[in-house]
């Protein structure tokens, strides 16, 4: 069986940092209460402009890296610093469906560059792998895409699809995710997560992404649990980095095949 033919499942845990980790440990240990499956951690390294990073914190995620889990690059203070831009869908999307965490949403090159610097140095002086980024609120404007290309990641994310890094192909793969912010957000969105995986049957890869808020509501834990029940029966739960290096291998074969 060729890698892509496998169906493949990637759970991750974003916004992870010090003050975060009490609730992303909750979520962890939910998801390992089901299955002992490896994880991607996104990992913010100056979550709103915090600089405490206890060594008791970052021991934990060293101890998760050697089991098995990936820590990936999220952004570097979460928080959104570019300029305001006038088309209301932008300004809603913005201010108050992402509450202003789309830290790469409306920034020029510049900008992205010197964060993603700061942030690769920032996982080389812990010496910690990192192949993967993804924007907070899977949000990149024009100047951070192409700025992103340059950096040596394997892999990005959007909401809708899983990039190949630098050039290379993506793939549709909507993630299941709970809106935990409101009422009607808590009720609709694991129906919608429900429905999604009802659609996404066939497809190679699902993802399920949590976020801290999450598990303050103990339904939408209990939903995600039974979601990862059901995916389990037919999927291999993988890191997105080893999803990304699966998927390379079966690109970079198809295209040798096709010369």
Known sequence: MS?????????????????????????????QAVAEIPVTLLVVPHYHGSHVSPASYEK??????????????????H??????????????VRNIYT???????????????HLLDLGLSWFRQRNWPVKGFVAPAWLLSEDAWRTLREFPFEYTTTWRHFYLLPQGPRLLAPSMVYTARNTVGRSVSPRWASLLNLCLKTAPLVRLSLHPRDASYPHLVRHAQQLLSDLLVLRQATTKVFFAQQWRMHYEALSANSI
């Open 99 to 113: 509450q202003r965490e789309g830290e790469f949403a409306a920034i020029d090159a510049t900008t992205a560059r």
């Open 60 to 77: 934990m995620l060293g101890n998760l890296i050697e089991q098995g889990h990936e820590l990936a690059l999220h952004g570097y203070t």
């Open 3 to 31: 890698p892509i033919e496998q169906k493949y499942l990637c759970v991750s845990i974003h916004d992870v940092a010090p003050q975060t980790w009490p609730d992303c440990q909750r979520l962890l240990q939910a998801v």
């Open 79 to 92: 928080r959104d610093i570019g300029a305001p831009k006038a088309a209301m869908h932008t300004r809603f």
